[in-house]
Nanobody
Framework: QVQLVESGGGLVQAGGSLRLPCALS????????MGWFRQAPGKEREFVAA????????TIADSVKGRFTISRDNAKNMVYLQMNSLKPEDTAVYYC????????????????WGQGTQVTVSS
């Protein structure tokens, strides 16, 4: 089994920054592509960013492009979401996910999910 734990969430003012780490533990022998999703109350879960196992390719949602970046450190089994220039509409629970056979913007591609961390952006 694989466990994913997100952290780093909290309350931040509009225009501020947060970095969300995701720690992967358990069965870590496989190569996983990683993604970040978010979900606001009453709304569907939406894609934020994804990164391949090598870290050489990423895809970013248009809503956060230019403000958010995704990165990973495989030696530490860590994935990061750097969020800059935060807006109130970024308020959501953010989830880290791992995909063993695919990657990208579709949530169905991911096999494991973290518990989520709350990000609240005030104005």
């Amino acid at each position: 089994q694989v466990q994913l734990v997100e952290s780093g969430g909290g309350l931040v003012q509009a225009g501020g920054s947060l970095r969300l780490p995701c720690a992967l533990s358990g069965r870590t022998f496989s190569s996983y592509s990683m993604g970040w999703f978010r979900q606001a109350p009453g709304k569907e879960r939406e894609f934020v960013a994804a990164i391949t196992w090598s870290g050489t390719r990423t895809t970013i949602a248009d809503s956060v492009k230019g403000r958010f970046t995704i990165s990973r450190d495989n030696a530490k089994n860590m994935v990061y979401l750097q969020m800059n220039s935060l807006k109130p509409e970024d308020t959501a629970v953010y989830y880290c996910a791992a995909a063993g056979t695919s990657w990208g913007a579709m949530s169905s591609a991911y096999d494991y999910w973290g518990q989520g961390t709350q990000v609240t952006v005030s104005s």
